[in-house]
């Protein structure tokens, strides 16, 4: 079964501070994984998009890491801000779908 | 643009009425999709539409009817609504790219 697991499900960090989320998945073949913010009542944004051929993409302060081997992908955080306070969601596209498989998110709270 | 556009904000419901959730985007995209989103759990998608006139089930369809007879908009209709279609609901319109979510509805059947 095509799944997608994120961890940790939650993480409190200090301002400044950087940090990195993980998501393992099991979508063979896929054609693209994706890493979205969701503020608290808000709809889901995308951060980044990464094909299956590549292994990093960047937005900002955002760095999004892909092993296609492991089946794994990390998304980096750096020189976190208040407004980063919201939930990660990792998703992967099952190749030859309009689908999307959706983690569970992690939920992040940045501390003054 | 205004994007992707979802009315109404909040609805409480009783059991057993029916109520039509809306969706439009100005993107003229052809791909549309409506997911639930529930607590502890990932987005799930309910049905989704590839054009107009076209449309397919998701992984949870049971309970929801949709149609697609514009590009720009996507109803999402719950035929007899049950407690267990308490959720916030969430309307995505997608390029090749990217996928752009709606605000959300934020549905309460009691």
């Not at chain 1, 944004?45 to 302060?61: A, D, Q, Y």
């Not at chain 1, 801000?81 to 999307?100: E, F, M, N, R």
């Not at chain 2, 009783?14 to 549309?32: I, R, V």
């Not at chain 2, 590839?50 to 719950?78: C, H, K, M, W």
């Amino acid at each position: 079964k095509n799944q997608v697991e994120q961890s940790p499900q939650s993480l409190i960090i200090l301002e400044g501070k950087n940090c990195t989320l993980q998501c393992n998945y099991t979508v063979s073949p896929f054609s693209n994984l994706r890493w979205y913010k969701q503020d608290t009542g808000r709809g889901p944004v995308s951060l980044t998009i990464m094909t299956f051929s590549e292994n990093t993409k960047s937005n900002g302060r955002y760095t999004a890491t892909l092993d296609a081997d492991t089946k794994q992908s990390s998304l980096h955080i750096t020189a976190s801000q208040l407004s980063d306070s919201a939930s990660y969601i990792c998703v992967v596209s099952p190749s030859g779908t309009y689908k999307y498989i959706f983690g569970t998110g992690t939920r992040l709270k940045v501390l003054a | 643009n205004a994007g992707v556009t979802q009315t109404p904000k909040f609805q409480v419901l009783k059991t057993g009425q029916s109520m039509t959730l809306q969706c439009a985007q100005d993107m003229n995209h052809e791909y549309m999709s409506w997911y639930r989103q529930d607590p502890g759990m990932g987005l799930r998608l309910i049905h989704y539409s590839v054009g107009a006139g076209i449309t397919d089930q998701g992984e949870v369809p049971n309970g929801y009817n949709v149609s697609r007879s514009t590009t720009e908009d996507f109803p999402l209709r719950l035929l007899s609504a049950a407690p267990s279609q308490t959720s916030v609901y969430f309307c995505a319109s997608s390029s090749q790219n990217t996928q752009y979510f709606g605000p959300g509805t934020r549905l309460t059947v009691l």
